[in-house]
């Protein structure tokens, strides 16, 4: 079972949708969680951090469910500019530091 | 605000040529980390350094090697290129406690 798991995509959504994304970790150490966009051949761009009381940033909502280790992001009323891979982000606390571990993204196309 | 800086931008090797990528973090950023991303396939983590230790070790051929030098910059160093070295190679640092990590625009190694 890998570190953290995303729901596979792609999800395709049209425009105005509220849409759902889940990850789930299996190191019950993981101290930090964020949210990731990358758009093709770019860079991971961080989009939120997620915390124990849950975020919102506009349209972005981000819960954290320690109990059940997920991770989850709203997007609501999408627009065709969030189509994207959107990465899941763990950080356990390990020996001497924490460790960065990926998930392998879930594809959203937005369509008008 | 300064961002990570990563050089060169595009690369083009043959096989069995030597290439070295090198990253300069965010200003006071301490931990460095590098990643490597083929085509379709989520960033896959090779190693990193917190003030200028390896701090991390992930997927990295016995042929790459990296440091992180006094002024935080880090040097990626990859020999004996294979044609399935050809990738998007990320850089990125972050604040050790802070987290979040923040990634360069990356360097495109195609290796012919």
């Known amino acids: 079972r890998k570190e953290v798991e995303q729901d596979p995509g792609p999800f395709n959504v049209p425009e105005g949708a509220t849409v759902a994304f889940n990850c789930t970790y299996s190191?019950?150490?993981?101290?930090?969680f964020f949210w990731y966009r990358q758009d093709c051949r770019k860079e991971p761009k961080l989009l939120m951090s997620?915390?124990?009381s849950g975020n919102e940033d506009g349209r972005f909502t981000a819960q954290l469910n320690r109990a059940s280790q997920y991770i989850s992001l709203l997007i609501r009323d999408s627009k065709l500019s969030d189509s994207a891979t959107y990465l899941c982000?763990?950080?356990?606390?390990?020996?001497?530091?924490?460790?960065?571990?990926f998930g392998a993204g879930t594809r959203l196309f937005v369509k008008a | 605000a300064a961002g990570v800086i990563q050089s060169p931008r595009h690369l083009i090797k043959e096989k069995r040529e030597t290439a070295t990528l090198k990253c300069y973090p965010i200003?006071?950023?301490?931990?460095v980390y590098w990643y490597q991303q083929g085509p379709g396939q989520d960033p896959q983590f090779l190693i990193s350094?917190?003030?200028?230790?390896?701090?991390d070790k992930g997927s990295i051929p016995d042929r790459f090697s990296a440091q992180q030098f006094s002024d935080y910059h880090s040097e990626l160093n990859m020999s004996s290129l294979e044609l399935g070295d050809s990738a998007l190679y990320f850089c990125?640092?972050?604040?050790?406690?802070?987290?979040?990590?923040?990634f360069g625009e990356g360097s495109r190694l195609t290796v012919l």
């Open positions: 990125a640092s972050s604040l050790r406690e802070a987290g979040e990590l923040f």
């Open positions: 190191n019950s150490a993981s101290q930090s």
């Open positions: 997620v915390y124990s």
């Open positions: 982000v763990v950080k356990p606390w390990d020996t001497g530091g924490f460790k960065t571990i």
């Open positions: 200003p006071r950023h301490d931990t």
């Open positions: 350094f917190y003030e200028k230790m390896q701090s």
